[in-house]
Structures are given as C-alpha cells and as structure tokens.
C-alpha cells in the first residue's frame, strides 16, 4: 500500500518530537541509567503515595510506592508496554488480522492507546482528511464524528444504510461516478477514506452482516481507499456468545470484522473500553497499518503526549487479573432484557423501529411528525421526557428528520416504559 498518498499536508510534516524519542529510550534503559535529559518532574514531590482500588467480585488493585510513582509520571506515547502488549493479544485472538503477520512496510498491524476511541477518531481524520476531499459514511452516524469531520471542509457522501448497516448496492453505484484506474493520480478526487460504524450503529443501533462488509472491502480494494472501522459496541452484540475459549472465537456467531479480512492493510479500527469498563477513564485503541499508526502517535506526542498513564496502569491491572478469557466472560454479557422486550402497547400506533442488533441506541421514527426537532427540545421537556432528535445525526443536521434517538444503558425497564407512554402522549398531542 502507498500511505502517503493517503496522508494530509499536516500529518506528513509531523517529525518524532527529540523529547519523546528521548523518554522512550530512557524507559528502555537499565535503572543504572543515570538520566538528566528528560524534563521530567521528581514524582517524590507528588502528594500521592499509594491506592488500593476495589474491584467488584475480584481482588483489589493495588498501586504501592514504587507503582504510584511511574503512574504518576509521563510515558511512552503508544501507551504502557503491558496494556499494548494486552491489547494486542486480544485483537490477535478475536479477529486473527492478516496484517499480524505483516512487515512494518506491507502495513503491519501496530496499535496505540488513545484518550477515548474519540481522540483516535479525530486524529484519524486530522491524517487523512484534507479540505475538499471526498469522505464516504453512512447516514445517520455519530454526532462526534460529524463534529471532528466537518470542520475540515471535506465533502460528506452519505452512503445509504438501513437495519444491516450500510448497503454495498448504493456504495457501488456512488463509486461509478470515478474510474478505479483513476485513483492513484495526484489530484484525484476518487474517495480515499469510508468510515462506518459496524456494529450496534449509532444511532441506529444496527449491525453489518459479514456479506456486506466483505462486498464493501472489494470495494475499497477495487477503488483503493481505507476504512475506518469505529466498533466501541463490539462487546456490545446481544447474540449471546456460548464460551470466552478465545479459541473458538473464529467460529463465534458474530460476524467478522474488516479489521479480520484486511489482507491489504487498509484498515484503521478503533476500539473503546467506555462501553464495558468506563467512560471516565477515557481509553480507547486504534489498531491498524504501522505506517498510519505511526502518524497518530506523532501528533499525540505533540499534543496530549499519552494517555494518562495511572489510568493505563490500572486498566491493565484489572485485564491482567481477568486475563482475555476472563475479560470475555466479564463483558459479554450485555443484554437490557427490559429494552430487549421492549414494545409497549401505547407506542406502536405512534412509532416504528427495528430492533437493535447492539450497542445501547434505539433509532425510532415518529409517525406524523415530519420533524422532530422541535417537538423534542421544545415539547419533550414539558412531558419530563428528553431523546435526542435525529437531525444531529445528518450530514446536514437542519434537514427535517422525523426519527429520535433513545438510549437504553441508563434506565429501569419500567423508566423506559414511562419515558415512551410519555413519549406517546406527546406524539398525540402534536398530530
Ligand atoms: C460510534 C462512536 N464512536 C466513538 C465514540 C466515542 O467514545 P469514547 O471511546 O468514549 O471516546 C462514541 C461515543 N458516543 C457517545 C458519547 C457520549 C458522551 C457523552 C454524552 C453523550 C454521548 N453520546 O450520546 C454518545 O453517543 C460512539 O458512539
């Protein structure tokens, strides 16, 4: 694969900051390494000393002296060597790449910790969108995406999707506008980048079948662009998963991600723990070519420089305590049997919606409402009910959309039901 066609003006000036290459070479040395390079402060000063942080149903992590103080100090800007090197065990076992087994020039697979897969997402973009490009997505998507993406100036094609995500149909006919042989040439304006969210969409709540994502991936090899798999709702799939045996994930009944059929190296992923472990620690992963990889780590060392490395020591504490099989059979199981069943009587004559395959979103139409925008920020309050109006989630969020967003993660079943009575009684009241 030829990365640099793919990289923006910014990304490819981005140097190895000498500071950082510094730390890193320091943390690689011997503890006879008398070091007085880094501007690093004395972590004796800190005020903090130790913790000791209660796990539910598991031993407690604890951080001594001598822990505390390398968590309390910078470093490397890939993430800790122990929660990367977890990390990558886990893709490995769940997708099994094709790029595992790469050279660093085919693109091999290469992670790097980020401050929530939402950093990862902007810094993607910051290295491969430049003005006036074309970006393929499937409409609605997440509001984050469209707030780090617009701003850039790139030209947003909506590829059109429905309950199994995006339709390679409609990606096929959007791509016969440009011919394949085409994008190579400097200057052409052949999209270079889709970005889709497979599983547990959001908003929508919908996943791709293997089948569609295969016939995507023929796509993006046929008209060489990269994909950008965003899936913080993989963990998050309700077909229960018989065994955390990592062995027999290969046989597991969900479908294959790209990241387990990108034999060219064109695809970038991005993993978050905020949906399964928490959202305030604010870690998320991008796994993907080590050339690309490489670029993020760049710009991360130019600005939040890592993550925070007291919450990358106790993530990897508690991954480690679990170990992947453990980590499997913790997080699964994710069912909300309350919204699982949900269909309250009082909503079907006013609504309608498929049921999610994943991820916590209900993506509801409200029949008779051409625009729910209104009805909600205005209305919905009065009612002591608040959704989010599916404009957010367009490209061109003013246009009029008759869908809401409802997240289930929060509520009680019988909340959940009260919210749609009320709901249903404001849908009432506006028709
Ligand atoms: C598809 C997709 N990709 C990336 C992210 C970012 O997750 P991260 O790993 O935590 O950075 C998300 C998070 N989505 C949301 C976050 C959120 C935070 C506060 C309040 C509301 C929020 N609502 O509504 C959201 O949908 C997501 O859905």
Same mark, same amino acid.
């Given at each position: 694969m030829n990365y640099a066609r793919f990289l923006t003006a910014v990304s490819a000036a981005r140097k190895p900051s000498p500071i950082r290459i510094l730390t890193e070479l320091q943390q690689r040395s011997p503890p006879s390494l008398i070091s007085l390079a880094g501007g690093a402060p004395n972590p004796n000063t800190f005020p903090f000393q130790s913790a000791s942080i209660k796990v539910k149903g598991g031993e407690a992590l604890v951080m001594d002296e001598p822990l505390m103080k390398r968590a309390l100090q910078y470093s490397g800007s890939y993430g800790i060597p122990e929660l990367l090197s977890w990390m990558k065990d886990l893709q490995k076992s769940l997708h099994n790449p094709p790029t595992a087994g790469y050279s660093s020039e085919r693109g091999q697979m290469e992670m790097c910790v980020t401050t929530g897969s939402q950093e990862g997402l902007c810094k993607i973009f910051e290295m491969l969108v430049n003005s006036g490009d074309n970006v393929l997505l499937d409409a609605p998507t997440y509001s984050g995406t469209l707030a780090a993406l617009q701003p850039l100036g790139c030209n947003l094609i909506n590829v059109a999707s429905d309950q199994h995500g995006m339709i390679p149909a409609d990606l096929r006919k959007i791509l016969e506008?440009?011919? !394949?042989?085409?994008?190579?040439? !400097?200057?052409?304006?052949? !999209?270079r980048v889709l970005y889709t969210i497979p599983n547990g969409g959001n908003p929508t709540g919908a996943s791709m079948t293997c089948e569609r994502k295969q016939e995507v991936y023929e796509l993006a090899r046929k008209y060489d662009f990269l994909i950008i798999e965003d899936d913080p709702y993989y963990f998050l799939q309700f077909q229960k998963v018989s065994s955390s045996d990592l062995s027999l994930y290969s046989q597991r009944p969900w479908a294959p991600t790209f990241l387990s059929m990108d034999v060219d190296s064109r695809v970038l992923r991005t993993d978050s723990f905020s949906k399964i472990l928490s959202s305030g620690l604010r870690i998320g992963f991008i796994t993907g070519p080590k050339p690309l990889v490489e670029r993020v780590v760049l710009h991360i060392q130019a600005s939040?420089?890592?993550?925070s490395t007291f919450t990358q020591l106790m993530v990897s504490q508690l991954l480690h305590n679990w170990g992947p099989g453990g980590f499997l059979k913790n997080k699964?199981?994710?069912?909300l049997d309350g919204f699982l069943s949900f269909s309250p009587v009082c909503f079907v004559d006013v609504a309608e919606w498929h049921p999610p395959m994943a991820g916590m979103f209900l993506w509801i139409k409200l029949k008779g409402i051409k625009d729910t925008q209104q009805l909600i920020m205005e209305r919905a309050l009065e009612k002591e009910v608040l959704l989010v109006p599916?404009?957010? *989630?367009?490209?061109?969020?003013?246009d009029p959309c008759p869908y809401v967003r409802a997240a *289930?993660?929060?509520?009680t079943p019988q909340q959940i039901d009260e919210a749609f009575r009320r709901l249903a009684d404001l849908i009432k009241d506006a028709m």
């Open positions: 506008r440009w011919d !394949p042989a085409d994008a190579q040439k !400097p200057g052409s304006s052949v !999209p939040t420089m890592h993550t699964l199981i994710y069912i599916g404009g957010v *989630f367009n490209i061109n969020s003013s *289930f993660s929060l509520s």
